[in-house]
């Protein structure tokens, strides 16, 4: 997940955060709402790398501001890509993550999301598990980061195997919140409790530490949480546990 942080709204590397919040409250199709959903941060939770931070660092020249972005540097100059942004009018992570794909290419951009930043296929595969037998079990997936929700789409299309568990209209990020909070999990709480108004509800993700969701806002939302190590490798099977353990609690 991203650190909770303020930044200047003229950042370009702003994350969703900083963008005026629309209106209108949470976007995304709602499919049988009466279903438990469990919003699962995307970095450092479904990543076992920083997606955000590393091409965020890696794009204003500083290959070293964080260990996942200098792994990230790395691994680009064994393959002979640079990090680049074309000209558009597009947020400038979307584009630089579109174009490294186009740059590496579909079987080496796979291995990087897969490899770099997913842990691998063995990984992969466990957690592929996971999600089947919950969705068996009637429980539903939304991803929520303070990235780009864009990006994090962009980096799904090297798992197919996840697309039927993580829909685009199920892919968040925080300028999809009409909740105006300080705390980003907080927002993160209150943007799952529009989606699904009558359902259960678990927040997993690694910034809960850090940023610790209000008490109003879990008395509010009724938003339960697990809490994963900060930067930490994601989930794996021993946290898939405690996650099912919370389910049942």
């Given amino acids: 997940s991203t650190s909770p942080y303020l930044t200047s709204m003229a950042d370009p590397f702003s994350p969703a955060r900083s963008r005026s919040p629309k209106a209108a409250g949470a976007a995304g199709g709602v499919v049988d709402t009466a279903s438990p ?9 479904i990543t076992v790398r920083h997606f955000y931070k590393s091409i965020a660092n890696l794009l204003m020249g500083k290959p070293m501001a964080h260990p996942h972005c200098a792994f990230l ?6 393959q002979n890509v640079k990090l680049e942004v074309p000209q558009t009018d597009v ?47 009637g429980i539903h997936f939304a991803i929520i980061t303070a990235g780009i929700a864009s990006t994090v789409s962009i980096a799904l299309e090297a798992v197919p195997e996840w697309d039927r568990f993580f829909p685009p209209d199920l892919v968040l990020d925080l300028s999809n919140s009409r909740h105006q909070v300080l705390s980003i999990t907080g927002q993160k709480a209150l943007m799952l409790r529009d989606l699904r108004p009558s359902s259960r509800i678990l927040l997993v993700d690694d910034s809960l530490g850090e940023d610790p969701i209000p ?20 989930l794996d099977l021993p946290r898939c546990a405690e996650v099912d353990a919370e389910l049942l609690s």
């Fill in 91 to 137: 947020h400038i992570m979307v584009a630089a993550v579109e174009n490294l794909s186009h740059k590496l290419g579909e079987k080496r951009f796979r291995q990087l999301i897969r490899e770099v930043f997913l842990g691998g296929d063995e990984r992969i595969q466990h957690l592929t598990e996971w999600f089947t037998r919950k969705e068996a079990e």
């Fill in 37 to 45: 959903l469990i919003g699962l941060d995307f970095d450092c939770t």
């Fill in 215 to 234: 008490s109003w806002i879990l008395r509010r939302s009724q938003v339960k949480s697990v809490a994963l190590p900060y930067e930490g490798t994601g």
């Fill in 73 to 78: 540097n790395a691994w680009l100059k064994r």
